[in-house]
């Protein structure tokens, strides 16, 4: 049976879909023009529950440690090349690199500033309220830590996945970028949460997540040449055809080895158990 506090839980995560949805959808809709302020209005939203529910927010950004920046700068680079050398070719495009980096690079650092205030916000809306305060209900299903935390993902992945897509619909997105964007962000949940439970700070999920809107969003669309210049818009960009395919490759690799290693660790466990 559920108790009080999952009954309370349960409230707070429909509330708080609820309010995250509708202040952006609201927003967007009366300031269709400033998309990155409406990008970061699920981190002050998460801000007001966390406040209300009085939970340490400064827990969430403790020091990173090596293995976690190693982990947020892997996952990206390792998306990136995934698709230059492996996703590109299937779909005839071509890399032309540049001769001069510094124009790409000065338009990086440019955007760099409100890049990382979304990604924060988005950061802590998703992983930092949302998953926290998934765990318990989800707990109550089993007891394996890796499907804990495949629960969790996923459940965000809906909800992050649906938000996004209602934003994406009011802008006049069609229907293979919606498909493409909710793709994308499912796995891009699956291997945010798990990079979030297994280092517990939020530091190198907004490293992952900067490196990927960095690599996918402003350098490889300066790079690659598409066969077709009216897919570009479908192919190229944070949540393209590229980005979701690249990170579709690395989360059933993730998934396979994270289920495989729960696999080993319950045999050890029945030998222990039968050495006894």
Not at 223 to 238: T, W
Request: proline share 4%; net charge positive; hydrophobic share 55%.
């Amino acid at each position: 049976m559920i108790n009080v506090e999952q009954s309370h839980r349960a409230t707070s995560v429909y509330f708080f879909a609820l309010a995250v949805c509708s202040t952006s959808l609201l927003f967007a809709w009366m300031y269709p023009e400033y998309v990155e302020v409406g990008m970061i209005l699920p981190g002050l939203v998460a801000l007001g529950f966390m406040f209300y529910n009085e939970q340490n927010i400064l827990a969430l950004f403790k020091p990173a440690s090596f293995s976690s920046i190693v982990y947020g700068i892997g996952l990206p680079v390792a998306a990136s090349l995934v698709a230059l050398y492996l996703i590109v070719p299937i779909f005839h495009a071509r890399i032309v690199w540049p001769s001069d980096w510094d124009p790409i690079l000065n338009g990086v650092w440019l955007a760099l500033p409100i890049t990382l205030l979304v990604v924060i916000a988005q950061e802590l809306c998703w992983r930092g309220y949302l998953q926290r305060i998934l765990d318990p209900l989800l707990r109550r299903s089993t007891s394996v830590k890796t499907m804990i935390t495949l629960s969790k993902s996923g459940a965000v992945a809906i909800l992050w996945g649906v938000w996004y897509v209602l934003i994406l619909a009011m802008r006049g997105a069609d229907v293979i970028t919606l498909f493409l964007a909710f793709l994308t962000i499912h796995t891009l949940s699956a291997l945010y949460g798990w990079l979030f439970e297994r280092h517990e700070s939020l530091w190198p999920t907004i490293i992952a997540h900067t490196l990927h809107l960095v690599l996918f969003g402003q350098i490889m669309p300066k790079i690659l040449i598409v066969a077709r210049a009216s897919d570009s818009a479908v192919l190229l960009g944070p949540l393209g055809l590229f980005a979701a395919f690249s990170y579709t490759v690395l989360g059933a690799i993730f998934i396979y080895l994270l289920l495989l290693n729960m696999i080993k660790g319950r045999k050890k466990l029945l030998q222990e158990q039968n050495t006894h």
